[in-house]
């Protein structure tokens, strides 16, 4: 072969077990995590992010509410009719806390009037509570009732259409609810507090 031999170097063989030198591009960094400007740079543009997404995500939070509100009052006179008919008996949604103007955003309270006074006494069943409302939120009657009493034929009693808005300060839009004598409810979309 010409004389010549092929040397082979080793100047740091591999020892067994252990990692050996670093062979990525990135070195010994590689290791250490963020610096400072890099944690700097994703922290200013999540703080650009979000005060773009707030005054949506704010008004988001508040058509829920409003939403999730007239859902839940729609779904109390439909159970306190349906409680009527089942027991042949005066169920009643009263107002917890009664405020003129904003007369079930107190909550409710639905009940089976036993005794057909009108009034929630002591001993009477209750079939469900509903909670205050935060405070932007509206559910006002138009004819400042305070109770939907359902008769045990569904009717209601007396025998005169129930509006309820319900509405807030911080969203466009509202709903009216409409209870017919004869004890069907009915929800509109409407704008604004009315």
Known sequence: MGGREQVVRRDNP??????????TALGKRGRAGFTLIEMLTVLSVLAVLLAVATPGL????????????????ASALVL??????????????A??????????????????DSNGNGVYDA????????????GD??????????TVTFNGRGFLAPATMVTINVCSSSAPKSYQLRIEP?????????????
Do not use: H
């Open 14 to 23: 591999p020892v067994r077990g252990s990692r050996g030198r670093c062979s």
């Open 58 to 73: 704010a008004s988001l939070i508040s058509a829920n509410a409003l939403s999730s509100a007239q859902s839940e009052l």
């Open 80 to 93: 306190a009719r349906s409680e009527a008919l089942k027991r042949g008996a005066s169920v009643t949604v």
């Open 95 to 112: 107002a917890a806390a009664p405020v003129s103007g904003a007369e079930f955003s107190g909550g409710w309270r639905i009940y089976v």
């Open 123 to 134: 001993g009477e069943a209750i079939v469900r509570e509903q909670p205050a409302f935060r």
């Open 137 to 146: 939120l509206r559910l006002a009657t138009t004819s400042s009732a305070t």
């Open 182 to 194: 004869v004890g069907l409810a009915d929800v509109n979309e409407t704008t604004g507090c009315t």
